[in-house]
């Protein structure tokens, strides 16, 4: 049975987009090689459980060549699900973007930096608040979300592009 949870529960959803949009700034466009479907395993650790396995499909979609990403993103685990998508800009080492969670209806901002190989941002809506650390090498990513105080504190991913 999958269970819903509240908005303060989004902060995986949201970091799983930041994971999903941001790959290291190179000299070629940015986002060109995140183009297509990446699927992974990992955990999340809930503040008052254990840590649960979650699986995740991710699609982006370069929008603007090198500097815009639209992604969607479904993730699952035996009691939680969640369908995320975002719109996710880079300048110079500069993001910025939104999410939004259709399933349980919320949304916010993410924005942070880019920069030799390390993304650090940060996720907020209205009762979520998260930091999100994430490389890209090639065609693996990982991924670790940190927010004490949420329901969700911990969620660490690693996705590999699907071949086609």
């Known amino acids: 049975m999958l269970l819903k ?8 959803g949201v970091a799983c987009l930041v994971l999903a949009g941001i790959s290291p700034l190179r000299a070629e466009p ?34 603007r060549p090198g500097r815009s ?10 009691a939680y699900k969640m369908v995320l998508s975002a719109n996710i ?20 901002k993410v924005y942070g930096t880019n920069k030799d190989s390390l993304i650090e941002a940060r996720i907020e809506g209205n009762t979520v ?7 890209t090498r090639s065609n693996r990513q990982s991924f670790l979300m940190e927010a004490p105080g949420s329901w969700m504190s911990e969620v660490a991913i690693e996705l590999n592009k699907d071949s086609k």
């Open 30 to 63: 940015v986002f060109d090689g995140l183009a297509g479907a990446w699927s992974g395993v990992g955990t999340m650790k809930p503040s008052d459980g254990p840590r649960e396995k979650v699986r995740c499909k991710v699609a982006y979609d370069v929008t």
């Open 5 to 12: 949870f509240s908005a303060a529960h989004m902060g995986i």
């Open 129 to 135: 608040a998260a930091l999100v650390t994430t490389q």
């Open 89 to 108: 800009e880079q300048s110079g080492t500069e993001l910025s973007g939104n999410w939004f969670e259709s399933e349980y209806r919320q949304g916010g």
């Open 69 to 78: 990403l639209t992604i969607n993103l479904r993730c699952a685990s035996d």
